[in-house]
């Protein structure tokens, strides 16, 4: 049977309006004539007619819709089709856009999260012990360690978009979630245990240097255990107030960050400047060319002759009296009273000598140059401290001051855990991340040259300035020493805060990713403030452990 389709004519059917204020909704269906039979020709117009009902519905397939809302959905969005392309600006939110550089974003952080407490407490002990040769060969290893794990973060930065997640989400995204995941792990308990040093350095600094009259169970200075233990306390207290400024007030973290970088830059600038300074400084008492504990002094026209250094003080033959060394084959006394003559052995008298002889002084780098790695007690090698000579705190040795010095090198993930905030992370990354690495180690070469050059040796041995009372960098320091004191402090607070801000973060991130199940819990955050707040309390349990332990070294 031949039929004929002509689509010419239209049949509109319209929806009721049940609902005041709706618009009407009307379906133009063709109409299909059939020459041929009349009755086949009217079944067919009824079968053809849609018409819908006040849900919107077809009515033909009603039935079938309250049975398969599936079905319902589909052909809802069937008769509610628009040939016309949405907007997608409509209804969409502006994003604001990020307002951050390479230099404000990426430069600067990564600069003030490398530079630290190493730099100020530790560099000129490892000087001192490893020798001016052996501390580039430090430096060397531990920054070109840094600079090819820089390479390797630019290289996955450039490789595509850069959302916000840190160095972990670039990681294990690129290399897979397993090995992100391992990489990620050991990235936590680093960035949580750096809370822990900075935490112990700033201790030691406002304990030691600036008020040591706060310190619990008596003199802190010459001895190390005291240290330790009012480091276990003090540190406690420090680590529980970080805490709570992380908790209730994350952007105060940024604005005291800022603070403290400007702090940082100005006491490297003081270094320099006092580094390049031709005056002598620093005369210290020395006994066999080891300096003396209890800051005596080398002013002859002191009133009160205890504190001077010189071979009639009593304290200095109460410390020495009777105590013997192995000179050649044989046993000899260092301040002997019964011999008025000559109670002093030969090279044991105390000493006045030069602390900081100044740059000008060619000889001093030389001297520095060797090693002169000590075993826990000694005062020179192979020799145990007598009397109250200066003696190391701990055995020294290539490897160990490698450990120690390692720290001072890391930070170079601040600019990649900012990705979200950079306008381009993409150049921003590669650039401040490497620009920062470079400036960074030019510093710490610089400062190995200027504190081997301008500081005696016995005085860079004094790791604790217990001959000086103060902070052997302090001394070097130009105008004043308040200046690396305070910079020093701020930045080891600073430091600490950044750590603990990114580790509960970066905890979060890989409960998030769903790599360990019992870490599910940490993707929680608190309702009223958006932290992850169980995050941040594991994290300063383990950064208590690390306190607890005491010991910076």
């Known amino acids: ?174 290399l897979g979630p397993e090995f992100g995941g391992a990489v990620g792990v050991l990235f936590y308990l680093a960035n949580t245990f750096g809370t822990s040093l900075y935490t112990l350095g700033a201790i030691e600094i406002l304990l030691t240097y600036i008020s040591p009259q706060a310190a619990l169970f008596g003199e802190i200075r010459g001895n190390p255990t005291v240290l330790y233990n009012n480091g276990r306390i003090y540190g406690t207290i420090l680590l529980l107030l970080m805490t709570f400024v992380v908790f209730v007030g994350v952007k105060f973290v940024s604005y005291f960050a800022t603070i403290c970088l400007i702090c940082v830059i100005i006491a490297v600038v003081s270094i320099y400047a006092g580094a390049l300074d031709p005056r002598e400084r620093g005369i210290i008492c020395t006994v066999n060319g080891v300096a003396l504990q209890g800051g ?104 160990v001051l490698i450990g120690i010095f390692f720290p001072s090198v890391t930070g170079i993930m601040a600019g990649s855990n900012r990705s979200g905030d950079l306008k381009d992370a993409q150049k921003s990354i590669p650039i401040g991340t490497i620009a920062a690495q470079l400036t960074t180690t030019f510093i710490y070469f610089t400062c190995v040259l200027f504190f081997g050059g301008t500081i005696s040796g016995f005085l860079l041995r004094d790791q604790f300035g217990d001959s000086t009372g103060d902070l052997t960098v302090s001394l070097l ?32 991130a890989i409960a998030n990713d769903n790599l360990i199940p019992f870490l599910k819990i940490f993707k929680k955050v608190s309702p009223w403030n958006s932290e992850p707040t169980f995050a941040l309390i594991l994290t300063a349990l383990l950064a208590e452990v690390g306190v607890l332990i005491a010991s910076l070294d």
């Not at 490789?159 to 997640?165: K, L, Q, S, T």
């Not at 009777?322 to 000559?342: C, E, F, H, P």
């Open 1 to 174: 049977m031949a039929s004929r389709f002509d689509v010419s004519d239209v049949v509109d059917t319209k929806v009721p309006k049940e609902i005041e204020g709706e618009e009407d909704i009307s379906l133009q269906v063709p109409k299909i004539v059939i020459e041929g039979e009349s009755k086949e020709q009217e079944a067919n117009k009824e079968l053809n007619e849609f018409t819908l009902t006040s849900e919107g519905n077809l009515a033909l397939y009603e039935d079938d819709l309250k049975r398969r809302p599936k079905i319902s959905t589909l052909l809802s969005n069937l008769v509610g089709y628009e040939p016309v392309l949405p907007n997608p600006k409509k209804g969409k939110k502006k994003k604001k856009p990020a307002k951050m550089g390479t230099i404000m974003g990426v430069y600067l952080p990564t600069l003030q999260n490398i530079l630290g407490v190493i730099l100020f407490l530790r560099l000129t002990w490892i000087v001192g012990t490893a020798g001016v040769g052996q501390s580039f060969l430090i430096v060397l290893l531990c920054c070109s360690c840094t600079f090819l794990t820089t390479i390797s973060l630019s290289a996955i930065a450039t490789n595509g978009v850069v959302p916000a997640g840190g160095s972990y989400f670039m990681i294990s995204r690129n």
């Open 296 to 399: 005596f002094t080398c002013n002859t026209s002191a009133i009160n002759i205890n504190m001077t250094c010189s071979e009639d003080n009593p304290i200095l033959q109460d410390e020495f009296d009777d105590v013997v060394i192995t000179k050649g084959l044989q046993n000899r006394t260092v301040y002997d009273a019964d011999d008025v003559s000559s109670p002093w052995e030969d090279g044991f008298e105390p000493t006045c000598r030069t602390g900081i002889p100044g740059i000008t002084r060619t000889k001093t780098i030389v001297e520095n140059t060797p090693e002169m790695y000590l075993r826990k007690g000694e005062g020179r090698p192979g020799e145990p401290a007598i009397g109250n000579q200066v003696e190391a705190a701990i055995t020294s040795s290539f490897l």
């Open 477 to 508: 320091a130009f105008p004043t020493k308040w200046i690396i004191l305070i910079g020093a402090l701020l930045s080891t607070v600073g430091a600490g805060l950044q750590t603990l801000t990114g580790a509960p973060r970066l905890l979060q």
